[in-house]
């Protein structure tokens, strides 16, 4: 493992076992993650983009064993952490965190913001006083800009904004290193998705924190990550520096994304590629590579062999036959 990189993933699949097969006494499978492989730097953001359903949520909390993978090795800090198990995956909950995609319906309706925060200090925190956790509340409420007098509310009684910046504070309550967000500010208005990515951008500097950033939304992506991973139906498109990706993106499918975003921007040197079709069905992906039914410039052979991942120009990488 290179010693800068935080995170190594090679050949991680997470497939799940579809129970009421269309085909009687045929296994269907949807392959959610299917043979990714890519690594983060410490200190680095990882963004993560692509369209509804093509495993961002899956891909984040398989690599912190929230789930079960079904092949692959994650090595977190030089440890295949797919060998842990029980006690072991417990404890890297100190280290990896995951901050779910919906904040509602993670947070316990019944229980306070204090007691929702201080969920993580009573878990791993034991040698703790109660004092002292409260301590460590009031200060992660002002970290990420609440007031103390907050601490006694409930999540309904806060605003969406407000409840992402509840459950900031809960997942650096335990000095990770290592943050997944999922959709953190996609659900936000505009000007609150630039108050909680500012918030994100400082807290990375002030803890040293890594993060992989996932989002449908490649504007939000692009501002926030050092580097982006693009995903289609589970497998990974291309993957560049966030300023190489956008002057100079090789995949049809990461061309297609800018050119949705760029719509109507005379400064955005890419032509506009409006993109095409429905996302095939996930039990039923194609044989050869996932985006071709959607491609435009897709060959026969497109549709019968699946291009490999590999280096179209330094230090970054598209499977595509034509990249
Ligand atoms: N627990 C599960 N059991 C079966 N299939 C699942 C499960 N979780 C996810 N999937 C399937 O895996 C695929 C990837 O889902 P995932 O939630 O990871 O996508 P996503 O990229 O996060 O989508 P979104 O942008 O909507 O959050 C989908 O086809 C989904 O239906
Ligand atoms: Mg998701």
């Keep these: 493992m290179k010693n800068d990189n935080i995170l190594e993933v090679r050949d991680l699949n997470k497939h799940f076992l579809m129970k009421k097969s269309l085909i009687k006494d045929r296994q269907v499978f949807v392959k959610a993650v299917n043979n990714i492989s890519f690594d983060v730097k410490r200190g680095q953001t990882l963004g993560v983009v692509g369209e509804s359903g093509c495993g961002k949520s899956t891909l984040g909390k398989t690599i912190l064993r929230l789930w079960e993978p079904t092949s692959g090795t994650i090595t977190f800090n030089g440890e295949n952490i797919v ?32 007691d929702i925060i201080m969920e993580p200090l009573d878990n791993f925190r034991k040698e703790l006083s109660t004092k002292e956790k409260e301590e460590i509340v009031v200060s992660l409420l002002e ?5 103390k007098n907050e601490m006694n509310r409930y999540p309904h009684e806060f605003s969406g904004g407000q409840r992402q910046r509840i459950v900031i504070a809960r997942g650096i309550s335990l000095n990770p290193k290592f943050l997944v967000c999922d959709e953190s500010v996609s659900a936000l208005d505009v000007s609150v998705q630039a108050q909680i ?59 297609s994304l ?8 005379p400064r955005v040197k890419n032509p506009r590629v409006i993109l095409e079709g429905e996302i095939p069905n996930a039990m039923n992906a194609p044989i050869g590579c996932p985006f071709s039914t959607r491609c435009p410039i897709a ?4 549709h019968v062999e699946k291009p490999l991942l590999r280096e179209v120009d330094s230090n970054h990488l598209a499977s595509c036959f034509y990249a």
């Design 258 to 265: 800018i050119g949705s975003i760029s719509k109507g921007n």
């Design 83 to 114: 060998d842990y198990d029980g006690e072991k995956i417990r404890s890297l909950r100190k280290d990896m965190q995951y901050i779910f995609q919906d904040p509602y319906s993670s947070m316990n309706p019944k229980m306070t913001i204090r």
């Design 197 to 255: 990515i500012n918030l994100l951008v400082e807290l990375k500097k002030r803890f040293n924190l890594t993060y992989m950033f996932i989002s449908h939304d490649l504007r939000v992506v692009k501002f926030i990550s050092d580097r982006i991973m693009v995903l289609y139906l589970g497998e990974v498109m291309e993957i560049a520096d966030s300023n190489e990706l956008f002057a100079n993106p090789r995949h049809p499918y990461t061309k």
């Design 299 to 302: 060959t026969q052979k497109c």
């Design 143 to 147: 970290i990420v800009g609440l007031s």
